[in-house]
């Protein structure tokens, strides 16, 4: 019985980062993830002058509820949006002038409604080359507060940024949202504030955000959700069995919600106390499934969705063209390489399974999802390999270690 032990959850990691270096005292990260987009995050941190240690198995960071230690700053957000959305809003409740800019694949990314946002409050941000976009710079000189409208129908990420930054106004924020996509991840803000001390309120569509800053913790990082669907996946594909402690009942993670479409395809799933389980059956149902709030696994689905019995329809979803590659079409593209009928729409993509699908190189686009998808298609297809495989380092750059690991014991 395969257990399987996954590396510390991005989301998470970069959250608590920001929170500490908000709080009022030193916080320690127990098992934070140690990835490219974390360790940016981190470096990003020490740039703007916090101080933030590392052991193996934490870190520990000086908060600073004034903002950066220092008067400028230029910071490189490498590929993470976290990293990228986060950072310039956490500068923004300081006093200095901070740059940030990011690599090719996040300088595509939009930013334009957080932007906006933070100038209706007051930030005075400007953007270098392309509205909306990266490089930018912030011209610090903190934040009142007070009430903003926010469009987070792109990105909930927007959300996330001006929640935390909410305790660090002189007033407090009230944010209020037109539309949100990933829902689950704006709870894991709210719950993890709550864990920094501070209470987020919700009246309809309105977010309240009391000022008075955050009380610095010890804060244990949970397995990463969506790195975990590759591993449950791998089960329900091959009729094995997967079990990830770490994760159970309790998890702030909306990702782990994946094994409840693996559940539905017909495998086995058990959510314990603190622990998932994930037996594959030789059942693999089509399906149509809304992915609205768990979108990081659209492409785990599509990947493995040549093996169902019937079409797999995944709807809801227009938010992954804008992520590390625009996921619906590489995921398409990828699949008909195979030989498998696949059409896709604004926000949906439909999957027809047929003959056996054929091996062929997968275009990665850079985007770590698509190669740690696409290696659970090669559990079952021989000769799938990667234009780029080491762009899983962005969030597990063990992957293909593990993985490996993983398929002698299945
Ligand atoms: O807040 C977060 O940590 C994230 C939110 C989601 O993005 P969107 O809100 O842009 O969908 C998710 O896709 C991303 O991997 C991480
Ligand atoms: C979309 C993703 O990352 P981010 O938006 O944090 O760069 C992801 O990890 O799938």
């Not at 004034?66 to 949006?81: I, K, L, M, S, W």
């Not at 270098?128 to 930018?136: F, I, N, S």
């Not at 669907?229 to 079990?243: H, K, N, P, Q, R």
């Not at 409840?260 to 399906?287: H, K, N, P, S, Y």
């Given at each position: 019985?395969?257990?399987?032990?996954?590396?510390?959850?991005?989301?998470?990691?970069?959250?608590?980062?920001?929170?500490?270096?908000?709080?009022?005292?030193?916080?320690?990260?127990?098992?934070?993830?140690?990835?490219?987009?974390?360790?940016?995050?981190?470096?990003?941190?020490?740039?703007?002058?916090?101080?933030?240690?590392?052991?193996?198995?934490?870190?520990?960071?000086?908060?600073?509820?004034?903002g950066p230690a220092v008067a400028e700053a230029d910071v490189y957000c490498r590929d993470g949006a976290t990293t990228a959305r986060f950072l310039p809003t956490l500068a923004a409740a300081g006093h200095g002038t901070y740059?940030?800019?990011?690599?090719?694949?996040?300088?595509?990314?939009?930013?334009?409604?957080?932007?906006?946002?933070?100038?209706?409050?007051?930030?005075?941000?400007?953007?270098?080359?392309?509205?909306?976009?990266?490089?930018?710079?912030?011209?610090?000189?903190?934040?009142?507060?007070?009430?903003?409208?926010?469009?987070?129908?792109?990105?909930?990420?927007?959300?996330?940024?001006?929640?935390?930054?909410?305790?660090?106004?002189?007033?407090?924020?009230?944010?209020?949202?037109?539309?949100?996509?990933?829902?689950?991840?704006?709870?894991?803000?709210?719950?993890?504030?709550?864990?920094?001390?501070?209470?987020?309120?919700?009246?309809?569509n309105d977010f309240v955000v009391p000022p008075g800053g955050y009380r610095a913790t010890t804060y244990p990082i949970e397995p990463d959700a969506s790195t975990s669907s590759y591993f449950f996946a791998a089960a329900a594909?091959?009729?094995?069995?997967?079990?990830?402690?770490?994760?159970?009942?309790?998890?702030?993670?909306?990702?782990?919600?994946?094994?409840?479409?693996?559940?539905?395809?017909?495998?086995?799933?058990?959510?314990?106390?603190?622990?998932?389980?994930?037996?594959?059956?030789?059942?693999?149902?089509?399906?149509?499934?809304?992915?609205?709030?768990?979108?990081?696994?659209?492409?785990?689905?599509?990947?493995?969705?040549?093996?169902?019995?019937?079409?797999?329809?995944?709807?809801?979803?227009?938010?992954?063209?804008?992520?590390?590659?625009?996921?619906?079409?590489?995921?398409?593209?990828?699949?008909?390489?195979?030989?498998?009928?696949?059409?896709?729409?604004?926000?949906?993509?439909?999957?027809?399974?047929?003959?056996?699908?054929?091996?062929?190189?997968?275009?990665?686009?850079?985007?770590?999802?698509?190669?740690?998808?696409?290696?659970?298609?090669?559990?079952?297809?021989?000769?799938?390999?990667?234009?780029?495989?080491?762009?899983?380092?962005?969030?597990?750059?063990?992957?293909?270690?593990?993985?490996?690991?993983?398929?002698?014991?299945?």
């Amino acid at each position: 019985m395969p257990v399987v032990d996954i590396p510390g959850s991005k989301s998470i990691t970069a959250r608590a980062l920001f929170l500490a270096a908000a709080a009022d005292g030193v916080t320690t990260l127990v098992r934070p993830l140690r990835s490219d987009d974390t360790e940016g995050f981190a470096e990003g941190l020490t740039r703007l002058g916090y101080r933030v240690g590392r052991t193996p198995d934490s870190w520990q960071v000086d908060g600073r509820p004034q903002g950066p230690a220092v008067a400028e700053a230029d910071v490189y957000c490498r590929d993470g949006a976290t990293t990228a959305r986060f950072l310039p809003t956490l500068a923004a409740a300081g006093h200095g002038t901070y740059r940030f800019d990011a690599s090719e694949q996040m300088r595509r990314r939009p930013l334009l409604p957080l932007t906006r946002a933070l100038r209706d409050l007051g930030v005075d941000l400007r953007h270098e080359d392309r509205e909306g976009h990266h490089p930018l710079t912030v011209h610090a000189s903190g934040v009142a507060g007070g009430e903003v409208t926010l469009d987070a129908g792109q990105s909930s990420q927007y959300l996330t940024a001006l929640l935390m930054l909410g305790p660090l106004t002189e007033k407090g924020l009230r944010v209020h949202v037109t539309d949100l996509v990933s829902v689950p991840y704006v709870e894991i803000t709210t719950a993890m504030m709550r864990a920094f001390g501070v209470e987020v309120t919700r009246e309809g569509n309105d977010f309240v955000v009391p000022p008075g800053g955050y009380r610095a913790t010890t804060y244990p990082i949970e397995p990463d959700a969506s790195t975990s669907s590759y591993f449950f996946a791998a089960a329900a594909l091959t009729g094995g069995e997967v079990t990830v402690p770490g994760l159970g009942e309790g998890a702030l993670q909306g990702d782990l919600g994946f094994v409840d479409v693996l559940r539905r395809m017909g495998a086995d799933v058990e959510i314990g106390g603190d622990r998932t389980t994930v037996r594959g059956t030789g059942t693999l149902r089509g399906l149509t499934v809304n992915m609205r709030d768990i979108s990081d696994t659209m492409p785990t689905l599509a990947a493995i969705a040549p093996f169902a019995d019937g079409p797999v329809r995944i709807e809801d979803v227009a938010n992954t063209r804008v992520k590390e590659c625009d996921r619906l079409e590489a995921c398409a593209e990828n699949l008909r390489a195979m030989g498998v009928r696949v059409e896709t729409g604004p926000d949906w993509i439909e999957i027809h399974p047929g003959a056996a699908p054929e091996g062929t190189e997968i275009k990665t686009y850079g985007d770590h999802r698509i190669v740690m998808s696409f290696a659970v298609t090669g559990l079952r297809v021989p000769g799938i390999s990667f234009d780029d495989p080491g762009c899983v380092r962005k969030t597990f750059p063990g992957f293909h270690e593990e993985f490996a690991a993983l398929r002698a014991r299945l």
